[in-house]
């Protein structure tokens, strides 16, 4: 497999592309006016305690007062408390009123960025990533990622940094390997402590002196943080059309990333480094309901507040054999369909898979089989169900961030987000019993109808029969204009 990274550098945003065999993956975004904040360290101020929650929302200098929830506050006494409630994973959830208090300060982490009308999502388990590790202050735990499956790897990476950690004299802390550290040196990790060390005290005396509310700590920008992250060993290149920025990520991986520099490429080409890969037209695709399935099939996919939800149809797809080998073509096709979509819409949350109906029990373990072997390509975190009794597929992905389309876009001001707009017969008929409704709290000569060309057309036409009953049931005349700047379901109904 091939892989590239493009990145798109202009005065107002960032954007990071991750094309995989020539196919557009992933999509990152950051504009200068709105940086993403997840991983910033903040100093905080408690403004109100839930209770009833066991939340507490903190003022950290944003639009909204953000989140943290009771399970996301570290206490100085971890001693379970066996009376009190538990949390989704099952460990006690302590008693909110017991650990903060309002006009408290506090010194939290943003876990999650505000989506739609939610403030960020906090929590004071402090982490500071680099290229192979992620510092945890305050911790005395060694973790290795999943994705590192050989067990003498993963025992030689632990034993490794658990020798540093006991060469340093550092305060206690504890780390998570992370995945690219697969293979890496013992100086490659060394020198990674040493600087994760050294931060996480610039960190502290800012802590000491900050005000309330202040940024204590920022994650880098997104083109430094996409060769930290993104970059694996299957990435062949990374290109940026920017020199300004190129030269800072070039200055910044010659310096912690040494691997990477000789992947960098700067761009220079007239045509836009995203048009020569076709991405801005994968963008537009990824912003729409419907995808297209090369067989003949299509996927339906419906973001809402509470999950997504997507619809596999065999559309044009007749198959060759019978109706069941192409159902279970048409799955299959779907489940590598879903998990690109999946990534390149940056869709989070709960998600329901509505393949179709599968009776052969094989044919639906194969479909989630392929399923699971495309998203362990994904970098979000992702748990799967099996299928359900009503043949629905129930999954997970973490969200950090907003999807490509919250980021991308906003609900329409003519439908507010509903996908749906009245009829212009249902239009019609709400301004004729809006006429009658005025006509029995007025006394006026006639009426004036302001509405949109499509509603004074019908009302012109296939309505004049019920316009005319109308004007000899009221005894008025009732006049019409129309208002080019009106949409359909607009109208005024104006006494003469």
Known sequence: MTEEILINVTPVETRVALVENGMLQEVYIERTGRRGIVGNIYKGKVVRVLPGMEAAFVEIGLERAAFIHASDIVRPDSKDDSNAPNNAQGRPVPDI??????????????????????????????????RYLVYMPGTDHVGISQRIEDDEERERLKALVESYRQESTAPLAGYIVRTVTDGAGEDELKSDIKFLERLWVSVQEKIKTAKVPSVIYQDLPLCIRTI????????????????????????????????????????????????LYGVEDEIQKALGRKVQLKSGGYLIIDQTEAMTTIDVNTG??????????????????????????????????????????????????????????MLERDHAKTKLSCVSELGLVEMTRKRTTESLGQALCEPCGVCEGSGFIKTSETVCYEILREILRINRAYDASGYLVMASQGVIDRLLDEESDNVADLETFIGKSVKFQVEVMYSQIQYDVVLI
């Open 228 to 275: 930290r992250d993104l970059v694996r060993p299957a990435t062949e290149k990374i290109r940026i059309d920017s020199k300004e920025s190129f030269q800072r990520v070039k200055s910044f991986s010659e310096e912690f990333l040494i691997d990477v520099t000789d992947r960098l490429e700067y761009y220079p080409g007239e045509r836009p480094v995203f048009d």
């Open 316 to 373: 044009g797809f007749v198959g060759h054999r019978n109706l069941e080998e192409t159902i279970f073509k048409t799955n299959l096709e779907a489940a590598r369909a879903i998990s690109r979509q999946l990534r390149l819409r940056n869709l989070g949350g709960i998600i329901i898979l509505d393949f179709i109906d599968m009776e052969d029990p094989e044919h639906q373990r194969s479909v989630l089989r392929m399923l699971e072997k």
């Open 97 to 130: 009123s017991s650990l903060l208090r309002e006009g408290q300060s506090l010194v939290v982490q943003v876990t999650k960025d505000p989506i739609g009308t939610k403030g960020a999502r906090l929590t004071t388990q402090l982490s500071i990533p680099s």
